[in-house]
T-cell receptor, first 114, second 111 residues
Framework: DTEVTQTPKHLVMGMTNKKSLKCEQH?????MYWYKQKAKKPPELMFV???????INESVPSRFSPECPNSSLLNLHLHALQPEDSALYLC?????????????FGPGTRLTVT | DQQVKQNSPSLSVQEGRISILNCDYT??????FLWYKKYPAEGPTFLIS?????DKNEDGRFTVFLNKSAKHLSLHIVPSQPGDSAVYFC??????????FGKGTRLSVIA
């Protein structure tokens, strides 16, 4: 199983809403990532979790709050977002260490903030 | 400062011919390089990788070449197929540092 799943596929939310994005993998990967991707741009790293602990936060605004409840799950809690936060949010996972560093990406959640 | 550069935003190739996608990098600490393929509205799919101890890695129709002295890598697809039409991202990292992505090259394979 080399699949990373993400729910929901699409999400429309108002600026006062609270919502969560979910990501799951069962490959035994101990590193999980959140990326944001705007149209015609490369993925931008937001957060990295290593062994369920937040190891990298790329100066992401606090209206995005990640959570890693266990080694298979990664959530991204959203609150008071802005229209410019509309983007494709990608989750990825990988092994840690060594030269095998392929990240496996989920299909993404297309978020629209109105 | 862009550490990974894909200077061609787009490339058109005829079906059956070779597609060559190029990538340059500036950080000499990078020791692992990857190519991802991305269809619209989907997440990137890992395609092929190469470590800095090699200069070539081949997987079916896909071959990645690495020229460390020139800090350049390329992805060759031969023969190109219409289903290869996608955006291709080059990425690099060293050790356990996060991947650094290029801006992508949109490949169109024309039947």
């Amino acid at each position: 199983d080399t699949e990373v799943t993400q729910t929901p596929k699409h999400l429309v939310m108002g600026m006062t809403n609270k919502k969560s994005l979910k990501c799951e993998q069962h490959m035994g990967h101990r590193a999980m990532y959140w990326y944001k991707q705007k149209a015609k741009k490369p993925p931008e790293l937001m957060f990295v979790y290593s062994y369920e602990k937040l190891s990298i936060n790329e100066s992401v605004p606090s209206r995005f709050s990640p959570e890693c409840p266990n080694s298979s799950l990664l959530n991204l809690h959203l609150h008071a977002l802005q229209p410019e936060d509309s983007a494709l949010y990608l989750c990825a996972s990988s092994h840690l260490g060594g030269v095998l560093y392929e990240q496996y990406f989920g299909p993404g959640t297309r978020l629209t903030v109105t | 400062d862009q550490q990974v550069k894909q200077n061609s935003p787009s490339l058109s190739v005829q079906e059956g011919r070779i597609s060559i996608l190029n990538c340059d990098y500036t950080n000499s600490m990078f020791d692992y390089f990857l190519w991802y393929k991305k269809y619209p509205a989907e997440g990137p799919t890992f395609l092929i990788s190469i470590s800095s101890i090699k200069d070539k890695n081949e997987d079916g129709r896909f071959t990645v070449f690495l020229n460390k002295s020139a800090k350049h890598l390329s992805l060759h697809i031969v023969p190109s197929q219409p289903g290869d039409s996608a955006v291709y991202f080059c990425a690099a990292n060293s050790g356990n540092t996060p991947l650094v992505f290029g801006k992508g090259t949109r490949l169109s394979v024309i039947a």
